[in-house]
């Protein structure tokens, strides 16, 4: 497929974190685009102020009428239900319709390819590799999964030889990408609706690592059952970070590469996870040629990802945190970093559970990471894509919780349960829609502090 013959590009599902990133390049380097979301979002909204007309109705009619078979391609998110009016519209007329993934795996093909895999840690250490080619000078387009705060984008550059992008396992969509340089930062149990079981995630992940031919190009943790060059914190490996220590709420460290020790390398997201997000990113760079002092001041200068432990709210008397964590090993991780930084404080954690599958596969490890905090507000399972799964609630995950301080609260009921708590510092987790309320919980605890 040429993507140069290409004029007009139309997403179903536009305002997912993915596939706005795509809408954005393609709109970037000159075609028309547009789209259908069913919701709207701030994600749309910005879409939309970059000149990307978006509507929010399933309807054959508000297709442009300019857009024909032969200029035409379709992008869909694999979320999109298969009576979606506009998608038959388009089947039935042979246009050129694909996956996210595959139009990512055609753009890339002929850059030279960064691809960063894992079942966590993948959007903030491809943003922080996309930040570190950027500020280095490198001709690169970055495709982040999640808004990075430094540009306000989920998109970084504009460059045509490097590439930069998530390798989703996600319905095995990595397998589209042609990788020179990859990563795997984890690989948990997940997704189980599309793989069954862990072994057959882990077959997947094995099947990815194979396309990068060079294993020294491959960057892997310790535990994973694949060949490739090792990376750790306050570990063995043979990219290390040791001498950790934390200074003015900012970790400063040292790294053992295979030739040489970085010293007092500085970084400012908290929790042992993003130290690795950072190692990983940090080998890939030195692996590249990117001399140390670039990496150094990129890493220095990376504000984080939206919704990966986002200070709402951060003074004396109140912390308030946002966080995407929609698995028990993330949540794990930001308990992590919340007793860390705040070792004697009561937290409150909210979360909305995110897919009626994932709260089933894993109810019993959701449990017991949610019952480590001080007090927990459970909202309903947020569904995505699924339909209701007889006895998978909230309700049944809370009866799971050996925490005495635990309650139940719909969406009306949140903010006034919030207030109500004496805990000094909050947290709100999950991947549903709480965070579109993340705005109004900050207004309404600023305005009673």
């Not at 799964?389 to 009921?413: A, C, F, Y």
């Amino acid at each position: 497929m040429n993507l140069n013959q290409i004029h007009n590009v139309y997403f179903i599902g536009i305002g997912g974190i993915g596939m706005s990133a795509l809408a954005r390049y393609f709109k970037t380097i000159g075609k028309n685009v547009s789209g259908y979301d069913k919701t709207e979002t701030q994600l749309t909204r910005e879409l939309q102020q970059h000149g990307i007309a978006i509507h929010f109705e399933d309807n054959i009619d508000l297709i442009p009428a300019d857009y024909y078979v032969e200029n035409t391609l379709v992008i869909i998110t694999p979320a999109v239900p298969k009576q979606h009016s506009e998608w038959n519209y388009f089947i039935e007329r042979d246009y050129e319709i694909k996956k996210r993934a595959e139009v990512l795996g055609i753009i890339t093909k002929d850059t030279f390819c960064f691809a960063v895999a894992g079942t966590h840690g993948k959007t903030t250490t491809s943003g922080i590799l996309g930040h570190i080619l950027f500020e280095s000078g490198v001709d690169v387009t970055a495709f982040i999964g999640g808004i990075v705060e430094n540009y306000n984008s989920n998109l970084i550059g504009n460059g045509k030889t490097v590439t930069v992008v998530e390798a989703d396992e996600f319905d095995r969509s990595f397998l589209h990408l042609h990788p020179n340089i990859a990563c795997v930062t984890s690989m948990d149990a997940d997704h189980l609706d599309i793989y069954g079981d862990k072994a057959a995630i882990e077959a997947s992940f094995v099947e990815f690592a194979d396309k990068v031919e060079d294993k020294s190009k491959l960057f892997i943790t310790k535990e994973l059952p694949i060949k490739g060059v090792t990376c750790a914190v306050n570990e063995e490996a043979v990219f290390s970070a040791c001498n950790i220590r934390i200074v003015n709420s900012q970790y400063v460290f040292d790294v053992q590469t295979p030739t040489e020790i970085i010293m007092n390398l500085q970084f400012g997201l908290p929790g042992k996870h993003n130290l690795m997000n950072a190692l990983m990113a940090l080998a890939m760079a030195k692996t590249f040629g990117l001399p140390n002092e670039d990496i150094a001041s990129a890493l220095l200068s990376f504000k984080g990802i939206k919704r990966r432990f986002s200070y709402q709210i951060k003074n004396e008397n109140l912390v308030y945190i946002d966080d995407y964590a929609h698995h028990p090993t993330e949540i794990n991780a930001v308990h992590q970093a919340v007793r860390e930084l705040y070792p004697n404080q009561k937290v409150l954690a909210v979360f909305q559970p995110h897919l009626f599958s994932r709260t089933r596969d894993f109810a019993d490890d959701f449990a017991k990471s949610l019952s480590a905090f001080d007090e927990v507000l459970l909202l309903d399972i947020y569904p995505a894509r699924e339909l209701p799964m007889e006895g998978i609630t909230s309700q049944w995950l809370m009866d799971k919780m050996n925490n005495i301080h635990k309650k139940l609260v719909q969406k009306q009921e949140l903010i006034p349960s919030i207030l109500d708590s004496d805990a000094t510092v909050i947290v709100t987790i999950g991947a549903g829609d709480i965070g579109e309320m993340v705005p109004t919980i900050k207004k309404a605890l600023d305005e009673t502090n």
